[in-house]
């Protein structure tokens, strides 16, 4: 008896713990499981939604100044204005009910739409091993056309890079404009009725809103090495006796500059690219995915495509029959991953790709160190620099 009362009651709480609440506001559909909220998008993938940031758009013929006095928008803090039509980004206290905060914003007469903000992922799966990769997509053949210029910018949105590493530190953007260590927003160059971006040298921290874009732990996700092992598989600087060399590495001749850009949620995304945008970098480099149903980053790549810059991003690093946002946008250069010899993978794909390169099993040498290569990362989307910034210095010419 004592034994079927410990079953039971084992059973109940295993029945607890796996228990999911799940709400709805509106069309959008959320679900909880162990304290955490997830949003469900309309392939039923699940995004993390991201403590205390909400979007909000106003309706047509609504000022601001009214709509923040008004409940229950008076009750949030106003963040920054987008630069896409009407669209503000609030914070509230991230001990809130974030589902109970988005449903009061709808209810406003003042607002057309609201969504919360979520995190990205940032796309990882390839153990880094070897080098056949630069063989394969004949990396030898592109450098005798030319190894690049000091006139193409790349930026790198990731969660972070170490621009100060051995083996990147050459290769790595200096904004000219900016007088280091003097705290002022010398080239003027602040967001969107954002803050001024002071002593943006070699990039920016969207996570923690400062200029140092180096990796930094997050709660919830895996060691900040992504991005690090991304920029090592696209700007290792070359022939310098040191680790790896890099597709678009570039030689004593002529090599691209890289910024380092730090993000992790959707609303960095936001902040990233219309930072890239407006500093009119040539190339910006997406290895990630987000979920966008209300269009902002989308609208954001848009805008930095009509001014020339050259979007690239992963299409996403699992077994769907889909191509993930950002890459399925027309904007952007959708980029699927193979295997050695050009073998297909179990990989996100579809009609929106329109270049492939290696990622399986690719050192990339940077992650924190030259030699280690115990790295997790997606590799396929810095292959495609091998083409872009040799093309961006010909179209130059």
């Known amino acids: 008896m004592r034994l079927a009362l410990i079953v039971a009651a084992l059973s109940l709480l295993a029945t607890a713990s796996s228990s999911v609440t799940e709400r709805s506001v509106g069309n959008q559909s959320f679900a909880l499981r ?52 009407n669209f503000y980004r609030f914070r509230f206290s991230p001990e809130s009910n974030p589902i109970d905060v988005l449903a009061e914003a709808v209810s406003s007469p003042f607002v057309e739409a609201a969504f919360l903000d979520t995190y990205i992922r940032f796309l990882g799966d390839a153990y880094y091993d070897e080098l056949w990769h630069l063989a394969e997509i004949r990396a030898e053949a592109g450098w005798k056309v030319t190894t690049g210029s000091s006139d193409v910018t790349i930026a790198i949105i990731d969660d972070g890079f170490e621009y100060y590493h051995e083996d990147l530190a050459a290769n790595v953007w200096s904004n000219p404009s900016e007088t280091p260590g003097d705290g002022v927003d010398n080239d003027a160059d602040s967001l969107w009725y954002g803050s001024p971006l002071a002593d943006d040298m070699v990039g920016w921290n969207f996570v923690d809103n400062d200029n140092d874009p180096s990796p930094r732990a997050i709660p919830g996700h895996d060691d900040p090495a992504h991005g690090t092992a991304v920029a090592g598989l696209v700007s290792a600087t070359r022939d310098n006796d040191l680790g790896v060399a890099g597709v678009a590495g570039g030689s004593a001749a002529g090599r691209p500059q890289f910024v380092a850009v730090r993000v992790d949620f959707y609303g960095d995304v936001t902040d990233a690219v219309e930072y890239c945008w407006r500093k009119g970098f040539d190339i910006i480099s997406m290895s990630w995915t987000n979920n966008d149903d209300y269009g902002l980053v989308h609208a954001l790549l848009d805008s930095a495509y009509a001014d020339g810059a050259v979007l690239v991003a992963a299409s996403g690093n699992t077994p769907h029959r889909r191509v993930f946002p950002p890459a399925s946008y027309s904007s952007v250069i959708a980029v699927g991953g193979v295997g050695a010899g050009g073998q297909q993978l179990d990989l996100s794909w579809g009609p929106e790709q329109e270049l492939v390169a290696p990622t399986s099993k690719i050192y990339s040498g940077v992650p924190l160190w030259t030699t280690d290569n115990d790295s997790s990362i997606t590799g396929y989307n810095p292959e495609i620099y091998c083409a872009c910034p040799p093309s961006c210095n010909q179209r130059r010419a």
Do not use: C, M
């Open 34 to 85: 162990e304290g955490v909220w997830y949003f469900i998008d309309e392939h039923d993938e699940e995004w993390r939604v991201a403590p205390g940031r909400i979007f909000v758009k106003l309706t047509q013929g609504a000022t601001l100044e009214l709509a923040l006095n008004s409940p229950p928008l008076s009750a949030l803090s106003l963040e920054r204005r987008l630069p896409v039509a």
